[in-house]
């Protein structure tokens, strides 16, 4: 038990730096990797970073790993009506701006709108750690990361030749379950894992009863060969997720409306060297390459009354539609990178490397429509309608190259310098599309000739896009004060425009958005100033931010614009860099250690002005402020050991004027109890029970359409072995 007492009681919110202590004085601090490339401590990290460690995670009970960073300060959790796609803005940068890697390596999403990605598709049954790096960090890491990067640092082996863990939750909210199982060991220069999960979940219970349309189905496996040979190691992963989800709708807009992904799945194969050459000029060599496909099946139907419709000078208004749309998507991701880690003077460590990149993305898609209107013609009814039927295949591919370089000087023993500059390429290219259907007109009276079927081709010829630029970043580091480490830094954020962005003409809601090849990167200028400290009871880690970013990617009614194929559709619109925004926020995160329970508080404050295409607005869905506060608390029994966590969040209220309409969000409130009960002769079992919103609070938060859960209860346990 005096194990359970260290790494709970001593640091006892495991967001800033896990379940490690930081007491004053203490040398074995967590070592991170995302912050400069390389293995340092997270006590010198020159950016501002938290870290989930495994011991938070064992205690995690949400229902997808998103639900992992939601106290994070600077981060807020996005579904866009997803239920099972939860997804992760950054300092009030949409999704689409933040890089998700697994074990160092990118998943990218090419198959993604302005404010869409991937999702945080990964199990964290066999995640180990994970990284949250806040702000731009282009200079080591290339496009994508204006808002952050989030790095999931999976298991690698154990102390063992074989461990492993067994574990089950049951979630009141979605009456769902969750299964996962994981076996990991080494034996003698071997290591391996071998993991899988399973999850369940129906509809979610809110305050009003269950919602429709909220269900749904994930399953992954993974594994893990690793081998040491000196001072070389090799290592190979295999990961699978697959997840079934469809979309949250209240509107009343339409008579019936379904959006459904069926099946989106993320496979993925990566290999990995290390060499710790150690000498005086070279410290070590690091290459790893990967290959990961991304299959996505999405179906829309909707049917709409009122709808008004013309086609080739007949007119029908107040008519009825019914819209069928499907795509198939196939996304081929490659990669490779390779770094060096040199010391070429004294105080110096020089990180040099580059890398490349390939997505390959194949589409076919469908769409069928039917226009139906009952008229009178001469006093005679007809039931006439228009059916167009198209189906259309397409091939696009992105490709990047970067040189990246990056210095960390001592200058002194209390002061350091990092400098940083990466050189970036970039290629687009669309192979062409073709599409071919027909438009069938029936029922039309017999005298006015247009019943019958016209053919319809069409085909878009090959476009090539190439862009380069070169990004820097510097950060300067004091640690000359006692128990303090102070940092003021500068970086630049760069993000080029997806394939979607570039090339997709994307029909969803019985409306189109054209790609626009003649887009430009999104670029931002950031500056942070941080501190942290720490001593035997207190625990302080802040930071103030700027960033003005520039070109943002949006979309703009189409008006007859040549990047909608002179469509004047009302409902049609095109992406364009036509938004700008400036962004300052202030973090926290303070925790007591001095009293037998421990209060803490953990939040943002942000204000946010988005720069439209003829206005400007403060009212961009920003909550001025969000936090969590608590206190814990660790009691030690003869048997077992309980840590109890009893805590509130909040977010004030926020409004959003940058759409056609204006959103309102109300502020709220809620109240938690968390319980961790561990036993067992080895401390091998826990069991985790969380009551969430105990007050049963009816809200919705500013970045998700789904409202929140009232009050539940999960339960879960687990088995080490």
């Known amino acids: 038990m005096k194990k359970i007492m260290t790494h709970t009681a001593v640091c006892l919110l495991p967001l800033i730096y896990g379940n490690t202590s930081l007491a004053a004085g203490q040398d074995d601090e967590i070592t991170v990797i995302s912050d400069g490339r390389t293995e340092q401590n997270l006590w010198e990290s020159p950016v501002s970073m938290q870290v989930i460690d495994s011991e938070k995670l064992s205690r995690f009970t949400g229902d997808q790993m998103a639900e992992a960073l939601r106290d994070i300060p600077g981060v807020d959790i996005v579904d866009n009506s997803l239920a099972g796609r939860k997804q992760i803005r950054i300092r009030g940068e949409e999704a689409s701006r933040v890089l998700v890697l697994i074990d160092g390596q990118e998943v990218t999403y090419q198959r993604a709108g302005p404010n869409y990605s991937l999702g945080l598709l990964i199990d964290p049954s066999y995640v180990e750690r994970v990284e949250v790096v806040k702000g731009p960090h282009s200079v080591l890491y290339g496009s994508q990361a204006i808002g952050g990067i989030i790095n999931f640092i999976t298991r690698k082996g154990g102390d063992s030749p074989i461990g492993g863990k067994i574990k089950v939750m049951y979630d009141s909210a979605t009456a769902g379950w969750q299964q996962s199982a994981i076996a990991y060991g080494s034996l003698r220069d071997f290591e391996y894992r071998l993991s899988g999960s399973y999850s369940d979940q129906g509809n979610r219970s809110t305050p009003d009863g269950r919602l429709p349309g909220t269900d749904f189905r994930n399953n992954s496996q993974s594994a893990w060969l690793g081998y040491r040979l000196g001072q070389h190691k090799f290592g190979l992963s295999l990961d699978r997720y ?23 799945e993320r496979d993925k194969i990566g290999l990995f060297y290390d060499w710790n050459v150690g000498n005086s000029l070279l410290k070590k060599v690091h290459l790893d390459a990967y290959r990961q496909n991304i299959k996505r099946e999405f179906r829309n139907d909707l049917v709409q009354s009122g709808v008004d419709y013309s086609y080739q000078g007949w007119a029908m208004t107040d008519s009825v539609m019914t819209l069928k749309t499907g795509t198939n998507d196939k996304q081929i991701s490659d990669g490779i990178t390779v770094q060096t880690d040199l010391t070429p003077w004294d105080n110096h460590l020089l990180i040099v490397g580059g890398q490349w990149s390939r997505d390959d993305v194949k589409q076919t898609a469908s769409t069928n429509v039917t226009i139906g209107k009952t008229i009178s013609f001469f006093g005679s009814p007809y039931n006439i309608n228009i059916n167009p039927n198209i189906n259309s295949d397409a091939h696009w591919q992105q490709t990047h190259w970067s040189l990246f370089a990056q210095d960390e000087w001592k200058i002194t023993p209390d002061w350091t310098w990092t400098l940083g500059a990466r050189q970036y390429w970039v290629e687009s290219l669309s192979y062409g599309s073709t599409s071919n259907g027909t438009v069938t007109r029936y029922g039309f009276p017999a005298m006015t000739g247009v019943n019958g079927s016209v053919i319809t081709n069409s085909a878009k010829a090959s476009q090539r896009e190439h862009d380069s630029t070169t990004v820097t970043a510097t950060t300067l580091r004091y640690s000359g004060f006692t128990n303090t480490q102070l940092r003021a830094s500068y970086a630049q954020g760069y993000v080029y425009p997806t394939l979607t962005h570039k090339f997709y003409d994307t029909s969803a809601g019985g409306s189109i958005t054209y790609g626009n090849p003649n887009l430009k990167a999104e670029r ?8 942290r400290y720490k001593n035997a009871e207190w625990l302080l880690d802040g930071a103030v931010y700027h ?23 009302a409902n049609s619109r095109y992406y364009a860099n036509a938004n700008s925004a400036k962004t300052y926020g202030l973090e926290l995160h303070a925790e007591y250690l001095g009293w037998t329970v421990s209060p803490y508080v953990t939040g943002n404050v942000i204000r946010r002005e988005l720069e439209l295409e003829n206005r400007s607005t403060f009212d961009t869905g920003e909550p001025a402020l969000t936090g969590r506060v608590g206190v814990k608390h660790v009691a030690l029994f003869n048997l077992f050991s309980l840590e109890s966590d009893a805590f509130l969040r909040a977010a004030t209220r926020a409004k959003d004027s940058t759409a056609d309409q204006v959103t309102q969000h109300a502020g709220w409130a809620t109240a938690n109890l968390a319980f961790t009960a561990t036993f067992g002769k080895d401390d091998q079992y826990q069991v985790n029970w969380a009551l969430n919103n105990l007050l049963d609070k009816r809200y919705t938060t500013a970045h998700e359409g789904i409202p929140a859960s009232g009050f539940s209860t999960v339960i879960g346990a687990s088995m080490a072995f």
């Open 524 to 531: 931002s200028d950031n500056y942070e100033l941080g501190a």
């Open 242 to 264: 697959k997840v079934s989800t469809q979309t949250y709708n209240n509107s009343n807009d339409y008579d019936s409306f379904s959006v459904r992904i069926p099946n989106l």
């Open 547 to 569: 960033s003005r970013a520039k070109d943002y990617i949006t979309t703009l009614n189409c008006a007859g614009s040549a990047a909608c194929a002179g469509s004047t559709d």
